[in-house]
């Protein structure tokens, strides 16, 4: 069955980055983009970037730009994420997601599925 | 506009039917794909598309999509619905981004 399996939690310091790794098994890693999506405790969901099958262009959000790096190891079938600057804002659970898209007769539908278990960062001095 | 605008909490009682909507300017380019969380768990997928279920979800599922707004309706809700329910598609704005709604609160009573 596809699956997502997420590197285990993490605690920072301030200031410090984080990598998380997300290992794809169950399809062929090269015909999906992934997409980051972290949830802050008590909070929704935040869509943070995605990266192209072939790991060669992501596109991040916003308010990431700068401090967010996407990468992926198509020997491995492993996506990463790596987050700097790290502040205490940045404490949350990071998710990786696969994405599917479909063309309808005249809209797109996309979609996140299956999503990895989560990874808990806990930025704190 | 790249937001998602979603009502915070709905209840529903035990069998009845319960609507959870999703408005947004991005939802006249793509449709809405839906999710279920429940306290400590990942997202789970339960509708996408032209109102597709996963394998797996029940039909009481069922997604519509009209103009700027899409819906999630669960028909008979059952006490396991219980759960934070958010909406997501992607941003019309002509950059690679995607939003998620703030999420609904669904309370089986």
């Known amino acids: 069955q596809v699956q997502l399996v997420q590197s285990g939690a993490e605690v920072k310091n301030p200031g410090a980055s984080v990598k998380v790794s997300c290992k794809a098994s169950?399809?062929?890693?090269?015909?999906?983009?992934m997409h980051w999506v972290r949830q802050a405790p008590g909070q929704g969901l935040e869509w943070m970037g995605i990266i192209n099958p072939s790991g060669s262009s992501t596109n991040y959000a916003q308010k990431f730009q700068g401090r967010l790096t996407m990468t992926r190891d198509t020997s491995t079938s492993t996506d990463y994420m790596e987050l700097s600057s790290l502040r205490s804002e940045d404490t949350a659970v990071y998710y990786c997601?696969?994405?599917?898209?479909?063309?309808?007769?005249?809209?797109?539908?996309?979609?996140?599925?299956?999503w990895g278990q989560g990874t808990l960062v806990t930025v704190s001095s | 506009s790249s937001e998602l605008t979603q009502d915070p909490a709905v209840s529903v009682a035990l069998g009845q039917t319960a609507r959870i909507t999703c408005q947004g300017d991005s939802l006249r380019r793509s449709y809405a794909s839906w999710y279920q969380q429940k306290p400590g768990q990942a997202p789970v997928l339960v509708i996408y598309?032209?109102?597709n279920r996963p394998s797996g979800i029940p039909d009481r599922f069922s997604g519509s999509s009209s103009g700027n707004t899409a819906s999630l309706t669960i028909t008979g809700a059952q006490a396991e619905d219980e759960a934070d329910y958010y909406c997501?598609?992607?941003?019309?704005?002509?950059?690679?981004?995607?939003?998620f709604g703030g999420g609904t609160k669904l309370t089986v009573l």
């Open positions: 997501n598609c992607r941003d019309s704005s002509g950059n690679q981004n995607w939003v």
């Open positions: 997601a696969r994405d599917v898209s479909r063309k309808y007769d005249v809209l797109t539908g996309w979609w996140f599925d299956p």
């Open positions: 598309g032209k109102n």
């Open positions: 169950g399809y062929t890693f090269t015909s999906n983009y």
